[in-house]
């Protein structure tokens, strides 16, 4: 069992930044270290989509509209993920999600992002 709360949500103006977080609780059997990590964002009446991705070994994948503005990091003496999102766009405007796979995946509740112009 693997739980996950995003923080780090809110209102920000385009062209600022925000930091997300997603700490996890882990139950005894499942390694934090070993798990893929990811963001997803959800907009209004859309899917939910890929931000970008961190593998246990620190491989970092990202959508075409974030490069060069996000960065994925992760901490696994913390059990923490992270999102640090830079030159914010309206269309940043989202709910996003903290993905892990750790033998099945796992999602926090989201945390929403407004970006305003």
């Not at 830079?86 to 903290?98: G, M, P, W």
């Not at 926090?108 to 970006?115: A, E, S």
């Amino acid at each position: 069992q693997v739980q996950l709360v995003e923080s780090g949500g809110g209102s920000e103006q385009a062209g600022g930044s925000l930091k997300l977080s997603c700490a996890a609780s882990v139950a005894s059997g499942y390694i934090f270290s070993a798990c893929g990590l990811g963001w997803y964002r959800q907009r209004p009446e859309e899917e939910r989509h890929l931000v970008s991705t961190i593998s246990s070994v620190g491989t970092t994948i990202y959508v075409d509209s974030v490069k060069g503005r996000f960065t994925i990091s992760r901490d696994n003496s913390k059990n923490t993920l992270y999102l640090q999102m830079n030159s914010l766009k309206t269309e940043d405007t989202a709910v996003y999600y903290c993905a892990a796979s750790c033998g099945k995946w796992y999602w926090g509740r989201g945390t929403q992002v407004t970006v305003s112009s």
